[in-house]
């Protein structure tokens, strides 16, 4: 998921993980996602695939907000993004994730959102990396909901910004 890094930044970015200077780590993106020419340049990276080139018109908005650090902006735009660009790689899964009423046992095929396709990967395929599904798990149950439907207010700062970037 780093792949748009170069290998020395590869190479610092693991020895700062390998001595665990987590907050070193979350410098490093920091920057990195605060330089224009490298946010630029992941910009015509994600126009070349395929699964972002539809929504860049929208993502471009997003990291540029990101830069600026208009979080209060940057943050719904990309958590709304992430969960159609992960819909759309996984509506094969239309109708095969279900729903269990916990009070009668009954079952209903369950809308498809980022957060039950996480789970539904997590339990049956594990093709993807766990820990990667469990930040969209956790981003998705404790965030999404409650910044896109405005009940959370005090979202906007740049950590969870480049999170999301990140996913």
């Known amino acids: 998921w780093t792949g748009f890094l170069t290998i020395p930044e590869l190479r610092e970015l693991y020895d700062l993980w390998k001595k665990g200077e987590k907050a070193k780590v979350k410098d ?3 920057q990195w996602f605060s330089n224009e020419q490298k946010v630029s340049n992941l910009i015509e990276d ?3 695939n395929g ?3 539809p929504r860049m018109h ?3 908005k997003a990291l540029k907000a990101h830069i600026n650090s208009d979080y209060e902006l940057s ?3 990309m958590l709304s993004q992430i969960d159609g660009i992960f819909i759309d790689k ?3 899964l239309d109708g095969q994730i279900v729903n269990t009423c916990q ?5 209903s095929k369950a809308y498809l959102n980022a957060n039950n396709i996480s789970k539904f990967i997590l339990n049956k395929q594990n093709e993807y990396i766990p820990f990667f599904l469990e930040h969209i798990i956790d981003t998705f149950e404790n965030l999404r909901n409650d910044i896109l439907h405005g009940k959370k207010l005090d979202y906007p ?3 969870l910004s480049t999170k999301l970037i990140l996913i």
Do not use: E, S, T, V
């Not at 009070?103 to 079952?107: A, D, H, R, S």
């Open 90 to 92: 996984h509506k094969n």
């Open 103 to 107: 009070k009668c046992g009954g079952k």
């Open 51 to 53: 699964a972002f080139k």
């Open 46 to 48: 994600f126009n070349k």
């Open 157 to 159: 700062d740049k950590d």
């Open 28 to 30: 490093f993106f920091y």
């Open 58 to 60: 929208i993502l471009k």
């Open 75 to 77: 943050i719904p735009i």
